[in-house]
């Protein structure tokens, strides 16, 4: 399985600020993921993130709300932007094996905004 | 529509017994199963997974799960809990290139 690793592990930030979340994987993967996850509740998928392509986002989520970058095979950001209390959450990042059939996630960010 | 339901919001059972968080899915096709578990300020780490073969699959911790199509379910189990166990367990489903997550329970061991 493949080691992923997040930065930050958590952060505090003001509203109307945006925050950029790194997720580092420690070989190369085509797919990587995006999920949102509030304390205790399931994941919701934000976007579906492949190098060489536009992010592809879930209902709900839109591209000038949570940006996206895949500059490579191992590494990708999200951005929270211009966020308010309600972006309170855990973003995790995860990848998917080379058959794309089990996803492996990092630690998540703790995000709270105030 | 896809869908992943785990009807227990918890499960308390005491340090040695047997354990189940149970699962169902409601979904076209032949679904791949997964099971993980997230413990506290932790991200999301693989159990098991079914995708073909035999109905009992085992996993990591001395976890496995049984695979029932016709009743569509994909519980979790254990033979002998431990309090270490206490964690947030999630059923998901992949299936047309994406993963359903169900709702999450928490299991309590105690001692």
């Known amino acids: 399985s493949a080691v992923i690793s997040q930065k930050p592990s958590r952060d505090i930030c003001q509203r109307g600020t945006s925050l950029t979340i790194q997720c580092q994987v420690d070989?190369?993967?085509?797919?990587m993921f995006w999920y949102r996850q509030q304390p205790g509740q399931s994941l919701t998928l934000i976007a579906t993130?492949?190098?060489?392509?536009?992010?592809?986002?879930e209902s709900g989520f839109v591209i000038d709300k949570f940006p996206i970058s895949r500059p490579n095979l191992t590494f990708s950001t999200l951005t929270v932007s211009n966020m308010s209390p309600e972006d309170s959450s855990i973003y995790l990042c995860?990848?998917?094996?080379?058959?794309?059939?089990?996803?492996?996630f990092g630690p998540g960010t703790r995000l709270l905004v105030l | 529509a896809q869908s992943v339901a785990q009807p227990e919001d918890q499960v308390n059972v005491a340090e040695g017994n047997p354990l189940t968080v149970k699962c169902t899915y409601s979904?076209?096709?032949?679904?791949?199963l997964f099971w993980y578990v997230q413990y506290p300020n932790r991200g999301l780490q693989f159990l098991l997974k079914?995708?073909?073969?035999?109905?009992l699959v085992k996993g990591s911790y001395g976890f496995e799960a049984e695979f029932n199509k016709s009743q569509t379910s994909f519980h979790l189990k254990k033979p002998s809990a431990l309090v270490s166990d206490s964690a947030l367990y999630f059923c998901?489903?992949?299936?047309?290139?994406?993963?359903?997550f169900g709702s999450g329970t928490k299991l309590n061991v105690k001692p």
């Open positions: 995860s990848v998917a094996d080379r058959y794309q059939e089990t996803q492996y």
């Open positions: 070989s190369q993967v085509t797919m």
């Open positions: 993130a492949n190098q060489g392509s536009e992010a592809t986002y």
């Open positions: 979904v076209s096709g032949n679904p791949y």
């Open positions: 079914y995708i073909t073969g035999d109905n």
């Open positions: 998901a489903v992949y299936n047309f290139n994406k993963f359903y």
